[in-house]
């Protein structure tokens, strides 16, 4: 019965085991007004690095994106919110955000008259997926659950 016990319990860590967010890409904005990003994410989140992700400050960088062999899943959002991403910062490098120094996305407040009453919307590099739902969720915002393998992922060309 303790084997049977320690087996179930090992089969439940394998089954917590979650993946982390490791990079936010926008993908662009919809003519409804909507912004699609690509939420990435690792599960080696202490491996996960990107060429140039030293460079500082990141916005000097063209197409920086977390390296392809840490790519573990991507996921869709689709929102109203504008964010505010790490490579785009012209102050901070990604790997301040890897550090915990800054979020790699947040929400963009240019527009706003008031601060949010239910709060404002960012990410930090690391945070499990469940974090990053709860998060979106209490914005009413949801996860497409259309995980994308890396062969799949749209920010790959196509060579049709």
């Given amino acids: ?3 049977e016990e ?7 860590e394998i089954d917590d085991e979650e993946v982390n967010l490791c990079f936010i890409r926008l993908v662009g904005e919809e ?5 699609r990003y690509e939420f990435i994410f690792t599960d080696k989140i202490d491996e996960a690095f990107g060429e140039d992700f030293d460079q500082k400050p990141a916005c000097l960088v063209n197409n920086l994106m977390v390296s392809d062999e840490y790519i573990t899943e991507i996921h869709i959002v ?3 919110i504008k964010l505010d991403l790490i490579q785009d910062n012209c102050c ?22 008031s601060y ?3 709060g404002r919307l960012f990410f930090f590099f690391g945070e499990t997926i469940s974090d990053v739902e709860r998060k979106l969720a209490m914005k009413q915002i949801i996860m497409m659950n259309n995980n994308m393998s890396l062969n799949q992922a ?6 049709d």
Avoid at 6 to 12: A, S
Avoid at 31 to 35: A, I, L, T, V
Avoid at 154 to 159: L, T
């Fill in 78 to 80: 689709k929102m109203k």
């Fill in 92 to 113: 901070f490098s990604v790997s301040d955000a890897i550090d915990g120094i800054v979020s790699i996305g947040w929400e963009n407040m240019d527009n706003y008259e």
């Fill in 31 to 35: 003519n409804d007004g909507y912004y």
């Fill in 1 to 3: 019965m303790f084997e």
């Fill in 116 to 118: 949010p009453e239910d």
């Fill in 154 to 159: 749209p920010h790959e060309e196509d060579e």
């Fill in 6 to 12: 320690y087996d179930l319990k090992e089969e439940q």
